[in-house]
């Protein structure tokens, strides 16, 4: 059962769930519409996800063409208080769904998240991406803390009283504005103290050095990839993929098809094929020990070829064709990203 248990860094699936009128039923029995249901998670083998709590911005942010690519125009920030509202909405969905659909439930501990990988029983890892939720003076994290939440991403890619997100552009690098503001270091401290991942996904450059330098605890990256593969704004250069490692961190290879396909146009899409090159780079790089799936189901533009949960199958078959055997991918798939939430909690 090697391939069986799977730890995957993030997805928007509550995102999805909240604008579905029914979203108990949609998570139980099934939905067409959504990457993960308990159904298609069973299936796939996924036993723990990072759940993220995403606040939408008021505005459109579609890409605009560039001389040689496209860029995304950076959103305005979101009020806090707007974001608090969305921010314990939706952990109340969280909390209604663990309590009330048998097979699912928040991971607060490794013992919980050990429990999801020796059963059948999915668990959900309470993520905030993007910190607007948070009060500005950090008096809310104890509460948000109690309510699950083990992992926080200071920004995403937008202003917040923590700092700059990474605004998205091809081609483009990370260096994009910057770094966390005392706020946003005061945040990344709390954090270490409670024993809660720090997420650099959606950070400029600046950002991640803050981070880097704040913190001995591993590095993690959720939901990113590889900018000598594609030189997309969102993805680690060398410099961040080696200080990363150095760390014991780990990165999540996305499965966004913008975030990967290195090419001029935000429609273009990929083959798993890509994904499994980003992963291999990594571990070429840097090492098998700092590399997992960071999938983005339910808030990505997902290739064809995987199409949703079950299609993690499919990532793992081409990692076996590339040549990595039962221990590399024990890793990928679990065994790194399990490493790294006991030393971090
Ligand atoms: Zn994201």
């Not at 699950?148 to 937008?158: A, E, Q, T």
């Not at 992963?279 to 840097?286: N, Q």
Request: charged share 25%; with cysteine; proline share 5%.
């Amino acid at each position: 059962m090697i391939d069986a248990s799977i730890i995957d860094g993030h997805n928007d699936t509550l995102l999805r769930l909240l604008e579905t009128e029914n979203p108990l039923a949609a998570f139980t029995d099934g939905c067409e519409d959504i990457h993960i249901d308990l159904p298609s998670a069973h299936e796939a083998g996924l036993a723990a996800g990072f759940f993220a709590v995403f606040v939408l911005s008021s505005e459109e942010h579609d890409p605009i063409s560039t001389a040689d690519g496209y860029e995304h125009p950076l959103p305005n920030a979101v009020s806090h208080d707007d974001a608090r509202a969305v921010t314990y909405r939706t952990l109340e969905l969280l909390s209604r769904l663990a309590h009330e659909v048998d097979g699912f439930r928040v991971i607060r501990t490794l013992s919980d998240l050990d429990v999801c990988l020796e059963s059948d029983i999915l668990g959900a890892i309470p993520h905030l991406e993007g910190a607007a939720g948070v009060a500005p003076d950090l008096a809310n994290l104890d509460f948000l803390y109690s309510a699950g939440v083990r992992s926080i991403g200071p920004v995403w890619s937008r202003p917040n009283a923590f700092g700059d997100g990474v605004q998205s552009r091809y081609p483009g690098n990370p260096d994009t504005g910057s770094g966390l503001t005392g706020a946003g270091r005061d945040l990344v401290q709390a954090c270490e103290d409670r024993g809660i991942v720090v997420d650099c996904a959606h950070m400029t450059e600046q950002g991640f050095w803050d981070v880097a330098e704040l913190t001995d605890t591993p590095l993690v990256v959720s939901h990113s990839g590889v900018h000598e593969l594609c030189p997309h704004s969102r993805n680690l250069t060398d410099e961040q993929l080696v200080t990363v490692a150095e760390s014991g961190g780990v990165v999540g290879i996305t499965f966004h098809e913008p975030g990967l396909a290195d090419d001029p146009d935000p429609d273009a899409e990929i083959t798993a094929e890509t994904i499994v090159d980003h992963i291999e780079y990594v571990s070429d790089f840097v090492g098998i020990e700092h590399v997992v799936f960071g999938s983005d189901f339910d808030g990505a533009r997902i290739p064809d070829a995987v199409g949703d949960v079950t299609g993690l199958r499919v990532i793992v078959n081409g990692l076996r064709e590339r040549g990595f055997g039962d221990e590399a991918i024990e890793k990928i798939t679990r065994g790194n990203w399990r490493r790294v939430l006991a030393e971090t909690w």
